[in-house]
């Protein structure tokens, strides 16, 4: 009976032994499941993560690629119009200049002439009218500065800057000429030599102002040529 009762112990001790152990495979098992589970998710999410970054980087450097196209083509635009608009106004600049110079010369011609004409007369003839030296001074400084502006304006070897500092000289040996005459009180009318020095000075200084009036035209010329690309719509 002792023997019996022994025997019911151990296999109840088995039983539970068994039920046990199985029990802790289950947990064993969900456990194992479980973590598989978690990790392979959060692989998962991962892997979605990823993407969904390498996605976003490519479509903001996408957008950064375009803004940076479009704001170089913008800015492109906005310089060929300013150059455009530079180039036109350059060409209205030079043009008011060399009207400036003709207008002076012009001046300095006629009261020039004025005053050669002046000096012709008898002495008291002269007395009777007003001396034209002070008007031929100011028109000559005014082509002298003219000349200044060009200066200013072009290189030193421009062929406009050449011929218009030889109209200069010219109408200046002109006027002192002239001057040479009003200096000796009018005590007598201008001899024939300093009338023909005169004269002289006239002639090379519209030949100089013809070869002024070229070389400004073909100026004109290459900045027409500069400024007649048409300007990008705004």
């Keep these: 009976m002792a023997a019996g009762a022994a025997y019911a112990v151990s296999t109840a001790k088995s039983?539970?032994?068994?039920?046990?152990?199985?029990?802790?495979?289950?947990?064993?098992?969900?456990?194992?499941?479980?973590?598989?589970?978690?990790?392979?998710?959060?692989?998962?999410?991962?892997?979605?993560?990823?993407?969904?970054?390498?996605?976003?980087?490519?479509?903001?450097?996408?957008?950064?690629?375009?803004?940076?196209?479009?704001?170089?083509?913008?800015?492109?635009?906005?310089?060929?119009?300013?150059?455009?608009e530079r180039r036109l106004v350059d060409l209205e600049h030079a043009r008011r200049l060399f009207d400036d110079c003709a207008a002076a010369f012009e001046s300095a011609r006629v009261t020039a002439r004025e005053l050669a004409a002046y000096l012709h007369l008898e002495h008291p003839g002269r007395m009777q009218l007003t001396n034209p030296s002070p008007a031929n001074r100011d028109?000559?400084?005014?082509?002298?500065?003219?000349?200044h502006r060009l200066e200013l304006r072009f290189t030193p070897d421009h062929r406009a800057i050449e011929t218009f500092r030889l109209?200069?000289?010219?109408?200046?040996?002109?006027?002192?000429?002239?001057?040479?005459?009003?200096?000796?009180?009018?005590?007598?009318?201008?001899?024939?030599?300093?009338?023909?020095?005169?004269?002289?000075?006239?002639?090379a200084a519209l030949a100089a102002f013809d070869d002024f009036i070229t070389a400004a035209r073909a100026e004109i010329g290459v900045l027409q040529a500069a400024a007649s690309t048409p300007a990008l719509p705004a």
């Design 15 to 84: 039983v539970y032994t068994a039920s046990l152990l199985a029990f802790a495979g289950t947990v064993l098992v969900a456990l194992v499941a479980a973590v598989g589970t978690w990790l392979t998710t959060n692989y998962r999410l991962a892997v979605q993560l990823r993407a969904e970054a390498e996605r976003l980087a490519t479509q903001l450097t996408s957008e950064e690629r375009r803004q940076h196209a479009a704001l170089k083509a913008e800015a492109d635009r906005l310089d060929q119009r300013m150059s455009h």
């Design 139 to 147: 028109a000559t400084l005014r082509v002298a500065n003219e000349l």
């Design 167 to 203: 109209v200069t000289q010219h109408m200046d040996k002109r006027r002192s000429t002239l001057i040479a005459v009003r200096e000796a009180r009018f005590a007598a009318q201008m001899t024939d030599a300093q009338n023909e020095a005169s004269i002289v000075h006239a002639r």
